[in-house]
Nanobody, 126 residues
Framework: QVQLVESGGGLVQAGGSLRLSCAAS????????VGWFRQAPGKEREIVAS????????YYADSVKGRFTITRDNAKNTVYLQMNDLKPEDTAVYYC???????????????????WGQGAQVTVSS
């Protein structure tokens, strides 16, 4: 069982930066793949970025490539999402998710993740 808690959301002007943190409970968190998803009002939940358990591989949605960076510190049971050059279209609730998988690539569908945080609101003003 893994429990996830996001923090670091807030209101920022376009062009600004925020760093989201996802703190996990559980001694085996280092064996989980972690994904960040976001959901804007009236839209489906979409993947933003993911990171394999060993941090050997990361994935980014085209819309955030070059602006967002996902990292993890397994010693601290924490995954981070550094968001730079934020745009109004980045406004959404951001969710941290985790799944234990033997796949060599991180899942991209929210239906493939087993554990979810409560979400963190990110609002980018123009």
């Amino acid at each position: 069982q893994v429990q996830l808690v996001e923090s670091g959301g807030g209101l920022v002007q376009a062009g600004g930066s925020l760093r989201l943190s996802c703190a996990a409970s559980g001694r085996t968190f280092s064996t989980y793949v972690v994904g960040w998803f976001r959901q804007a009002p009236g839209k489906e939940r979409e993947i933003v970025a993911s990171i394999m358990w060993s941090a050997s591989s990361t994935y980014y949605a085209d819309s955030v490539k070059g602006r967002f960076t996902i990292t993890r510190d397994n010693a601290k049971n924490t995954v981070y999402l550094q968001m730079n050059d934020l745009k109004p279209e980045d406004t959404a609730v951001y969710y941290c998710s985790a799944v234990r998988t033997l796949e060599t690539m991180a899942p991209r569908s929210p239906y493939e993740y087993d554990y979810w945080g409560q979400g963190a609101q990110v609002t980018v003003s123009s």
